[in-house]
């Protein structure tokens, strides 16, 4: 049973334009959301959060929204750049110290 | 600044035989984690540690022991490996709970179990 779920497994996306990865959750506990980075061969980097309790969060090219009511966050990065490209997860946090991960979205970005 | 350090990086295994994962921090952060990431997958909780002296089972713990031997340092064991026990494991750490302490990831160690 996923609790978080990364429908996309890939994005393709040209620099410049906006990407927008999205993710699906299922377990109302959630205090938290975050997004983390994956290169090839390296750990994770953490990115951003959203409090459960929030709509959205701002931190430079990166925004992340959330509809509670919908069970959905998106991630969007304005704009791309090839840098970027890279696997991104989407995890929810319960408790302080127990994150559930999605499966990750592979995000190319094309220069 | 080296951050989480794992070692080993690549380790290959025989069903049956037992082996630790050794994980050591220095940003003197109090809370110390095991994932595994299985292909397609993602990272999945093992165990963790709170704070020194204590640790927790997260979501996938059967076939794991774990030690926090002191603040720096948090062990993954396996006591008799199996092959669904093939992953790359991830060691992390943050300064404590919650999403206001940034958990930073080692690189990870690459297990195959034959």
């Known amino acids: 049973d996923q609790q978080v779920k990364q429908n996309s497994p890939s994005l393709s996306v040209q620099e410049g334009r906006i990407s927008i990865l999205n993710c699906d959750y299922t377990?109302?506990?959630?205090?938290?959301f975050l997004w983390y980075k994956k290169y090839p061969a390296e750990g994770p980097t953490f990115l951003i959060s959203?409090?459960?309790?929030?709509d959205k969060n701002e931190d430079g090219r990166f925004t992340v929204f959330l509809n509670k009511s919908a069970k959905h966050l998106s991630l969007h990065i304005v704009p791309s750049q090839p840098g970027d490209s890279a696997v991104y997860f989407c995890a929810g946090l319960t408790g302080s110290y127990q994150l559930t991960f999605g499966k990750g979205t592979k995000l190319s970005v094309i220069p | 600044n080296a951050g989480v350090t794992q070692t080993p990086k690549f380790q290959v295994l025989k069903t049956g035989q037992s082996m630790t994962l050794q994980c050591a921090q220095d940003?003197?952060?109090?809370?110390m984690y095991w994932y595994r990431q299985d292909p397609g997958m993602g990272l999945r909780l093992i165990y963790y540690?709170?704070?020194?002296?204590?640790?927790d089972k997260g979501e996938v713990p059967n076939g794991y022991n774990v030690s926090r031997l002191n603040k720096r340092e948090f062990s993954l064991r396996l006591e008799s490996a199996a092959p669904s026990q093939t992953s790359v494991y991830f060691c992390?750490?943050?300064?404590?709970?919650?999403?206001?302490?940034?958990?930073?990831f080692g690189e990870g160690s690459w297990l195959t179990v034959v």
């Open positions: 992390a750490s943050s300064e404590r709970g919650a999403p206001g302490n940034t958990i930073y």
């Open positions: 940003m003197n952060h109090n809370s």
């Open positions: 959203i409090s459960s309790i929030k």
């Open positions: 540690s709170a704070s020194e002296g204590t640790t």
């Open positions: 377990n109302s506990m959630f205090d938290y």
